[in-house]
């Protein structure tokens, strides 16, 4: 499995969580990868990427409660989650990419997914 997500689970509001992607294969040395959700109900969120050059993106919804990382002797991607709130309760996603595109805010077409970690955010 290309990308494989751990770390999610039911935390409090307030809480902390860290996600953690592991990647393998064809996605080991991605260009981008990033964080992405998907919440009961509503739209798809592109919430965090990490592009070769150590830049990074975020949305709105998550700048400065969030931080996504990257450890490349580990082949490994993180998603430190602080200040949780129930707005953050969804599946997560970790994906990657090689090529770039203008069709979502991460700048690359994300060409490969893990298969979701659930984050609930609930008292």
């Known amino acids: 499995v290309p990308l494989v997500e751990s770390g999610g689970g039911l935390v409090q509001p307030g809480g902390s969580l860290r996600l953690s992607c592991a990647a393998s294969g064809p996605t080991l040395g991605s260009d981008a990868m990033g964080w992405a959700r998907q919440e009961p109900e509503k739209g798809f969120d592109w919430i965090a990427g990490?592009?070769?050059?150590?830049?990074?993106y975020y949305a709105d919804s998550v700048k400065g409660r969030f931080t996504i990382s990257r450890n490349n002797a580990k082949n490994t991607v993180y998603l430190q989650m602080n200040s949780l709130n129930p707005e953050d309760t969804a599946v997560y996603y970790c994906?990657?990419?090689?090529?770039?595109?203008?069709?979502?805010?991460?700048?690359?077409?994300?060409?490969?997914w893990g298969q979701g970690t659930q984050v609930t955010v609930s008292s």
């Open positions: 994906a990657s990419g090689r090529r770039r595109s203008t069709s979502n805010p991460f700048g690359y077409a994300m060409d490969y």
């Open positions: 990490i592009y070769s050059n150590g830049s990074t």
